[in-house]
């Protein structure tokens, strides 16, 4: 492409992103198109020749864009938000231009040293103490998979990666049965297994792993011979926001010298407001913590922030130096590649630089306070209306709800909702009862969208 076609298409993908994030709230949340319309309509085959940037644009308008659930749309309620403010699309836009590989501070020193300063800048914002140390990961999933791996060699005296796990001990690593599937796929891809992750009952309202039952575990496999290698905890579980007791959870896991990870993948945006910090009360004397920027912060994907208590262990877990990847001549550098599974990195740190400043952290909390209150505005309300139950109370800005009627009930209310397209919302089950999942996060959402929430959910219950 010659550089007045790159600036003419240039502008007109930033101006189709502006115009389609203008005309989001007329299009339906969730996707329409009936599975594999999609793949029918592309060609079987690649083209031999060059097309026409038109015809690919229009394709792009015609046959793409249907087929695209909205997820900066303001009345997507579904799973958890995946935000992108626009002013960190602005920072991806550059990014993509210089498209620059940051595993090495040399192969671009403002990326590895912007990103030591945001996660400086990240750490206070909500609010841990300066000794620990952040890095940013592609994924919650990739930060919880580093923080098993450093539990595994931990655990082995750092021979796992040489000499494998076939003749070591049988590790084990705890935690409750509200955490997210990334943490299984941890232990799967770790090697360790997920025979060895030991579910922990959970009690209370915030059903949170029981410390006296995580104890009791730990003590049992010990006298079985097996070896703990550490536990995880979470702050605002998928399903329902359920949080761990992390100060009881953590004294536990230390009495027996075990490492410990928070996923906080969604809930931790939140506690840029003071007030919801009692949530993870605690967790300053955590190992490993994870939260995405990428969720509820406005931080277009990717963006994970991985902080650690002492960086050193992730870096003797995944550092690796062939004489290729040396920096030479360079004292106090940061490699990042190497305090993560993946050798490449993109350049996130702009994105998060460009997010604080703009919105500064009293604009990020207005969102997010927006959100909670909105959010426990809309159960309050199905409370108070015939047929509907709260399954569980807002944690945060989650919470679940269901027909009295019963669960094929419940099913066909979320299906009509959803292939309606006014607002988005998914399903989940608590101790065994399906629920529909509601949340609140989306970075453009006002007031009127969850009067409007409220509207549809109570006039299709009704039309059922
Ligand atoms: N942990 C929790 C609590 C989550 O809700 C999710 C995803 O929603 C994840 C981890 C995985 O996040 P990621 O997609 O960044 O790997």
Redesign the pocket.
């Known amino acids: 492409m010659d550089p007045l076609d790159f600036e003419k298409w240039s502008n007109r993908a930033a101006q189709w992103g502006v115009d389609y994030r203008k005309t989001l709230r007329d299009r339906p949340v969730r996707a329409q198109t009936p599975a594999g319309s999609i793949y029918n309509a592309i060609p079987s085959a690649p083209p031999e020749t060059s097309e026409d940037m038109d015809a690919i644009f229009d394709d792009f308008e015609n046959l793409i864009l249907p087929g695209m659930t909205h997820w900066q749309h303001p009345r997507f309620f579904a799973?958890?938000p995946a935000n992108a403010a626009p002013v960190s699309v602005i920072a991806e836009y550059l990014v993509s231009a210089m498209a620059a590989q940051c595993m090495l501070w040399q192969t671009s020193p403002a990326a590895t040293e912007l990103e030591t300063r945001m996660m400086e800048w990240l750490g206070t914002a909500i609010g841990l103490p300066e000794t620990f140390t952040g890095v940013i990961q592609d994924?919650?999933?990739?930060a919880?998979l580093a923080a098993v791996l450093v539990m595994r060699e931990r655990a082995l005296n750092w021979q796992g990666n040489i000499a494998g796990l076939k003749s070591g001990p049988q590790l084990r690593i705890y935690c409750s049965g509200e955490?997210?599937t990334?943490i299984d796929r941890a232990l799967w891809v770790s090697g360790i297994g997920s025979d060895n992750l030991v579910r922990i009952p959970t009690k209370g309202p915030m059903r949170s792993m029981d410390p006296a039952a995580l104890d009791a575990a730990i003590k049992s496999d010990i006298a079985a011979g097996l070896t703990p290698a550490g536990v995880i905890a979470?702050t605002?579980?998928?399903s329902t926001g359920s949080c761990d007791d992390l100060r009881a959870v953590i004294r536990v896991a230390k009495s027996h010298d075990l490492f410990t990870h928070i996923?906080?993948?969604?809930a931790g945006a939140a506690m840029i407001c003071p007030e919801f910090r009692p949530l993870w009360d605690g967790v300053e004397a955590a190992d490993s913590i994870v939260f995405?920027p990428?969720?509820w912060l406005g931080a277009q994907f990717?963006c994970?922030a991985h902080f650690l208590r002492d960086p050193d262990l992730l870096v003797k877990t995944l550092a690796i130096q062939p004489e290729y990847l040396k920096t030479h001549g360079q004292d106090g550098i940061i490699n990042y590649s190497e305090w993560s599974v993946p050798l490449g990195r993109r350049f996130r740190a702009l994105k998060l630089w460009f997010l604080m400043r703009f919105h500064g952290i009293d604009g990020l909390r207005s969102v997010i306070r927006n959100h909670v209150d909105w959010s426990v505005w809309l159960a309050d309300h199905l409370r108070e209306t015939d047929g509907f139950e709260i399954v569980t109370d807002p944690i945060l800005s989650l919470f679940s709800f269901r027909l009295t009627s019963g669960e094929a009930q419940t099913q066909a209310l979320l299906e009509t909702i959803n292939a309606d397209g006014e607002i988005y919302l998914t399903q989940t089950r608590v101790n065994g009862t399906y629920a529909i999942r509601f949340q609140a996060g989306a970075f453009d959402m006002r007031r009127d969208d969850i009067e409007k929430a409220l509207k549809v959910i109570t006039q299709t219950a009704r039309r059922l």
């Not at 994924?139 to 990739?142: E, H, I, R």
């Open positions: 799973y958890f994924s919650a999933s990739s919880t955490v997210h990334s979470c605002g579980g998928t996923d906080a993948a969604w995405n990428h969720k990717d994970s």
